[in-house]
């Protein structure tokens, strides 16, 4: 792993773990970890892992790592995929209606992943800070469905859902 590559990891690691609302506050939890950042690389870094900024429960900011769409390179591809694995916390079922427990914030970039799958069985979803409601077609069967969402939630939320599915 290049330098680079250990930064954004470090820096996904920590926007993961803690809740980082400034620039300044990052560059100081990487230097506590041995890495010494300028604030321009850090623009860059943060920008090329698509982070935003969104409101915490508190009252304040902090940053988020997008989970969706395409990255610019691998190294920020694997990011979203750890996103992905730390920021999906449960699965459950309601007749036609599916809800998925995010981390704060993390829940509008799951939700937009969901709609990029394109199935006629996904009739859309609704997504909140940490939760998203996902509406499901009347003739959709669960085990499809298990299937379809299989590709973007980590593999033990969907073991740990799968009596839902599979009854």
Known sequence: MNKRQARLALIVKILI???IGS???LMEMLERNGCIVTQATLSRDLKSLRTSKVATELGGY???I???GTAADEVATHAMNTV???AILSISVSHSLIIIKTRNGY???VAYDIDEISSPAILGTIAGADTVFMAISDDASLPEIYVLLSDIIPPAVMEAGRHYFFK
């Open 66 to 68: 997008a989970a969706n």
């Open 107 to 109: 829940a509008g970039g």
């Open 23 to 25: 620039q300044e506050e």
């Open 17 to 19: 773990n803690n809740s």
């Open 62 to 64: 902090r940053y988020v």
């Open 84 to 86: 992905r694995q730390a």
